[in-house]
């Protein structure tokens, strides 16, 4: 059982929002002991980085006044001093608990100290009260603080509030609430904890949202509620989960027939909403690969670089052995052919990345064998060739023809059939009895999100149903 008597309230200043990049510029500890304060100290730090003129304005903190400041580093033993035995509180904790965690690995220190969050507290404690800012809270309780944004005074207004809230109600309700979040400190302030006993672990997609309904993320797992508290379980080592974090308001969740239909919704929802923090999994208007023809009964081709999705699909199906890589833009598919020149000395005549005769510049520099000067023979380089494009080939369809992947979730009666063909996502049905009024001719297109998917989950053990006889059938 956690020990609430002793309370150590803290503040800090950053020179911004990303707890490993941005530094500590002010610290501030005030220690009480059932509800009395016995100590206060603070401190600025010099960050031994640039101070933005936004943050100077916000803190009044400049570069002069932390100049000759001790370092994080030196006051660190005077911060393990002052937290040890107490619990750690401060407002929107996640912040100021992730510098610290940040501080305090590279000391080779380890961060245990439980944690209660007063954004959390004046949730639970005033249910229908809007906002929980501190700036809000002070101007509720008509509370008074000189120098908003000094870590001091922002550290010293903390204790009121929780006194505040022993007022309005009692001692023993405060103490649960401060409990309560020992039991779910994984959970974001914004986020009211009972919506993780209503949240499935089965396989599905879940949305994060912002304050105003806005899609923040969107993410996949075969456990649904165990990777959405792992969300709010890091140590904020990666600046984006704890911006992430900070910002969601409200969870939603999708539950689906298994594991492949949880990667192909989460696929479609991130390219149709765009979502802030997905990187991965945009829409793409295009998509090029390197076409290459080789046959050393005939004069070597270039390769070129194609948009895969003007190629017809039966072109697709017959060419696939000739497509290397694939690239969401023309200029990425030219890089990857000149580093495969640079690698492996190819010729840049002969890749069609320089025009002339004769020896090309590659050659002249010593990084060509000289297929652009006979120097080396067409047999030598087409195999070469053949070699430096081999680990990026696309895999051919390894099928007759259509395919159907079958999950069934047991748990939520929840059935699919995924139809593919040729590495292209035709659609979905519920169930065998759905098949025959499929449309096996609906246009497609050549998706590089798709086309992964496939290739790490056809190595899986799925239920596969040969779709070439029904569609032949049509």
Known sequence: MVDFSRLAYIDLETTGTKPTRDQITEIAIVQTLNGVIVSTWQSLICPNTHIPLMIQKLTGITPEMVAD???????????????????????????????????????????????????????????????????????????????????????????????????????????????????????PPHINPDIFSAMPNEPGVYLFYGETGNLLYVGKSVQIRARVI???????????????????????????????????????????????????????????????????????SQPSVIDINTLSTQSKKASLNN??????SRRTALEALRKLKDENKLCGIQLGLE???????????????GICCGQESDIAYQIRMQQALAPINIKGWPYQGAIGIKE???????????????????????????????????????????????????????????????????
């Open 408 to 474: 069934y979730n047991e748990k939520s009666d929840i059935s699919c059939i995924h139809i593919i063909s040729h590495w292209l996502y035709l659609g979905k049905v519920n169930d065998e009895s759905e098949l025959a009024d499929f449309d096996f001719d609906v246009t497609a297109k050549l998706d590089i999100d798709f086309y992964k998917i496939c290739i790490s989950q056809l190595q899986k053990s799925h239920a596969l149903i040969n779709l070439d006889n029904l569609n032949k059938l049509k």
């Open 355 to 369: 025009k002339g005769k004769g020896p090309c510049f590659s050659y002249q520099l010593k990084k060509c064998k």
């Open 69 to 187: 400041a001790p370092t994080i580093d030196e006051v660190l033993p005077v911060i393990i001093e002052k937290l040890a035995g107490h619990v750690l509180v401060a407002h929107n904790a996640r912040f100021d608990v992730g510098f610290l965690r940040n501080a305090f690995k590279q000391n080779h220190r380890e961060f245990k100290y439980p944690v209660v969050c007063t954004v959390k507290l004046s949730r639970e404690m005033y249910p229908n009260v809007k906002r929980h800012n501190l700036d809000s809270i002070i101007k509720r309780l008509d509370l008074i603080c000189e120098s908003r944004h000094r870590a001091m005074d922002d550290a010293a207004i903390l204790p009121q509030i929780v006194a505040r809230m022993r007022s309005d109600f009692n001692e023993q309700a405060v103490l649960e609430a401060m409990q309560s979040q020992q039991r779910l400190s994984s959970v």
């Open 323 to 328: 497509t290397y890589g694939l690239f969401k």
């Open 230 to 300: 792992s969300h709010f379980s890091s140590d904020h080592s990666h600046d984006r989960e704890m911006r992430m974090a900070q910002q969601v308001y409200d969870i939603e969740w999708v539950t689906t027939a298994g594991e492949f239909s949880a990667l192909v919704l989460e696929s479609e929802l991130v390219k149709s909403r765009a979502p802030l923090f997905n990187r991965q999994l945009r829409k793409q208007k295009s998509l090029f690969t390197i076409y290459w023809e080789n046959n050393i009964d005939q004069e070597i």
